[in-house]
């Protein structure tokens, strides 16, 4: 089974994607963490990253698609993942598309964490003073929400037509929310 968490930045993708893949026993691939540690330990791919990264916007397709064919490739993927954080443009989506269909399978649910964005702006200011990412100043904070909406808010009406969007109101405690993904997908 593969489950996409989709939402904007500050909605909970991480939290909840973090309990589905305990419960259901699945790898959680989260390509925000693999571009993270790739910056902290120097490779090419990081230093490449950190421009982009740091200023709120995504890092490009010519280094992101090679990492998602990688981890979905990964043996403990061969049956399902839950995806945090990709697809997030088009072409991602194609890929993992492609990729699925190509092994017979393919996405089964999509849970859309529904949160508007004051409560976003909150939360993301909130974490801002715990984490201190570098990508959490309040213009890179500002950038991110823009590029979710251009990017990829765009890829729902794609996975629509397919009838496997769920919207999760994404307020509420993350034991509630918890619970509300449990019965959509049935376990
Ligand atoms: P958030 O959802 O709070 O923005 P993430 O950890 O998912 O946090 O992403 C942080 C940053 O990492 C993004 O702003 C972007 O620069 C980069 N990033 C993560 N995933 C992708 C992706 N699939 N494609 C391109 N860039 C990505």
Redesign the pocket.
Same mark, same amino acid.
């Given at each position: 089974m593969f489950i996409l968490i989709l939402? %904007?930045?500050?909605?909970g993708?991480?939290t909840q994607g973090r309990i589905l893949a305990e419960r259901l026993g699945l790898p959680k691939i =989260? =390509?925000?963490?693999?571009?993270?540690a790739a910056m902290k330990e120097g490779t090419p791919l990081g230093i490449e %990253?950190t421009k982009?990264?740091d200023?709120? #916007?995504? +890092?490009?397709?010519s #280094? +992101?698609l090679g990492m998602?064919k990688d981890e979905l490739d990964r043996p403990d993927a061969k049956n399902g993942a839950i995806l945090?954080?990709?697809?997030?443009?088009a072409a991602?989506a194609e890929l993992v598309d492609k990729t699925l269909a190509q092994r017979g399978q393919r996405l089964n649910h999509i849970l859309l964490l529904d949160v508007t964005e004051d409560e976003l702006v909150k939360r993301?200011h909130a974490r801002a003073q715990v984490e201190g990412?570098p990508?959490d100043t309040p213009e %890179?904070i500002a =950038?991110?929400l823009q590029?979710?909406q251009r990017n990829t808010a765009p890829l729902i009406a794609h996975y629509a037509q397919r009838g496997i969007v769920h919207r999760v109101p994404g307020t509420g405690t993350i034991e509630q929310i918890a619970e509300e993904i449990k019965r959509i997908i049935g376990r």
């Open positions: 939402g %904007a930045p500050g909605s993708k991480g =989260t =390509t925000g963490d693999l571009i993270r %990253a982009y990264y200023q709120g #916007v995504l +890092v490009p397709d #280094v +992101v998602i945090d954080g990709f697809p997030r443009t991602q993301m990412r990508d %890179a =950038t991110r590029v979710y």
